[in-house]
């Protein structure tokens, strides 16, 4: 069975006015899924991820790296807010 991870932190990440990634788009996705009984999806809350997960797929720099971005609501560019 395939399944549909969200979280609700989703929809309070605000990438700003017009950007293409923002809670309206998560919000219009899951209502159509919902119309459509989640289409054999199962629903579950995403986990936060461990360490060991995210230097399976990242070097350490750059786990480093978006941590202290993000511990300053900084942007990597104009289209990548944290």
């Given at each position: ?5 969200s ?7 605000d990438?700003?006015?017009g ?6 788009r ?9 119309r ?7 629903r579950r809350?995403a986990?936060e991820a ?5 230097l399976?797929v ?6 480093e790296a978006v941590?202290?971005?993000?511990a ?7 289209d990548?807010?944290t």
């Amino acid at each position: 069975m395939p399944v549909f991870l969200s979280h609700p932190s989703s929809i309070d990440h605000d990438t700003g006015f017009g950007h293409p990634e923002r809670p309206d788009r998560i919000r219009a996705i899951e209502r159509e899924l919902e119309r459509r009984d989640w289409l054999g999806f199962e629903r579950r809350e995403a986990p936060e991820a461990t360490q060991e997960q995210l230097l399976a797929v990242h070097p350490q720099e750059h786990v480093e790296a978006v941590r202290e971005l993000s511990a300053r609501a900084g942007a990597f560019d104009l289209d990548t807010p944290t």
